[in-house]
Nanobody
Framework: QVQLVESGGGLVQAGGSLRLSCAAS????????MGWFRQAPGKEREFVAA???????IYYTDFVKGRFTISRDNANTVYLQMNSLKPEDTAVYYC???????????????WGQGTQVTVSS
């Protein structure tokens, strides 16, 4: 079983910055990647950014490129630095981790509880 703990959400004005953090804990799990998704009311959850276990492969959705930066300091902790925030960035941001069980070798996917980011105009 894997637990994801998120922090860093809040209320900021347009143009401001926030830094989100996510830590994964649990046994019998090989972390392949960690990343961030977001979901606004009435909309589907959408991809924001992801980083693989080594930090070599990094992906961003087009509408955050140049403003957001994803990073990790080990295989189980990931950060999202969000700069130049816009009102349309307002959403619940969810941490996501994917990998494989070291016992059954089956693929697994876990989600955090979500943290609210609100950008005022």
């Amino acid at each position: 079983q894997v637990q994801l703990v998120e922090s860093g959400g809040g209320l900021v004005q347009a143009g401001g910055s926030l830094r989100l953090s996510c830590a994964a804990s649990g046994r019998a799990f090989t972390n392949y990647y960690m990343g961030w998704f977001r979901q606004a009311p009435g909309k589907e959850r959408e991809f924001v950014a992801a980083i693989n276990w080594s930090g070599v492969n990094i992906y961003y959705t087009d509408f955050v490129k140049g403003r957001f930066t994803i990073s990790r300091d080990n295989a189980n902790t990931v950060y999202l630095q969000m700069n130049s925030l816009k009102p349309e960035d307002t959403a619940v941001y969810y941490c996501n981790a994917g990998g494989r069980s070291t016992t059954s070798r089956s693929l697994m996917n876990y989600w955090g509880q979500g943290t609210q980011v609100t950008v005022s105009s």
